[in-house]
């Protein structure tokens, strides 16, 4: 069966230091593959996705960035947080126009 | 990039009611998809429903779609307080961004035992 991994499930981390959040997936291959950050009692902000390996797609302009090593892994990156970093962030997956699949999610707090 | 937005954005309604939400969005779309979430969780899965479909059910769910108004509506009979959740429309896009999924701010909704 299909599943997503997600880890860690929380995380507090200094202003300035880097960041590694992983994500991947079993069970299927060639996945669309997603990193969104929610903010409190907020919707969902597609940060970037991903369509194949090395193929990268960002929304938003920011302090992150995303990268995909391998066919089911998808890792979201910073080099230097800001307290600006702190949410919720949320890894799915999907195969081509079908439901999406969520992880459990990384709570972040920069402090 | 497109985006649903639900409407209300908070419901509280007692257990055996009904419950209704709504979905707009922007562009025209594959499939539309609805999504719950519970506090500090990831979100799962409810309904799919395609652009050519107007209605569909699953259980006490059932989700509408008017593609002419780029509408949907989710509504939950007979609400428990298992219920109680933030619910989220999502979105696909046709061609350049049919990949994205985009989601709108949710419904939060409360149900009352």
């Known amino acids: 069966s299909q599943t997503i991994h997600q880890w860690p499930a929380t995380l507090v981390q200094p202003v300035g230091s880097p960041l590694s959040l992983e994500c991947t997936v079993e069970?299927?291959?060639?996945?669309?593959l997603y990193w969104y950050r929610q903010a409190a009692g907020r919707g969902l902000q597609l940060l970037f996705y991903?369509?194949?390996?090395?193929?990268i797609s960002s929304e938003v302009p920011q302090n992150l960035s995303a990268s995909r090593p391998q066919d089911r892994q998808f890792i979201l990156s910073s080099k230097k947080l800001l307290l600006s970093d702190s949410g919720f962030y949320l890894c799915?997956?999907?195969?081509?126009?079908?439901?999406?699949?969520f992880g459990q999610g990384t709570r972040l707090t920069v402090v | 990039s497109q985006q649903g937005e639900e409407d209300p954005q908070a419901l509280s309604i007692q257990e055996g009611e009904n419950a209704t939400m709504n979905c707009s969005y922007k562009t025209s779309i594959n499939n539309l998809q609805w999504y719950r979430q519970n506090s500090g969780r990831g979100l799962v899965h409810l309904i799919l429903?395609?652009?050519?479909?107007r209605e569909k059910h699953s259980g006490r769910l059932r989700v509408t779609l008017d593609t002419s108004k780029k509408s949907s509506s989710l509504l939950i009979t007979a609400s428990r307080a298992a219920d109680t959740a933030s619910y989220f429309c999502?979105?696909?896009?046709?061609?350049?961004?049919?990949?994205?999924?985009?989601f709108g701010k949710g419904t939060k909704l409360s149900v009352i035992p």
């Open positions: 999502a979105t696909d896009g046709t061609g350049a961004g049919s990949y994205q999924l985009t």
């Open positions: 429903i395609r652009s050519n479909e």
């Open positions: 991903s369509v194949g390996i090395g193929q």
């Open positions: 799915a997956f999907s195969l081509v126009h079908t439901e999406a699949f």
């Open positions: 069970g299927t291959s060639n996945p669309n």
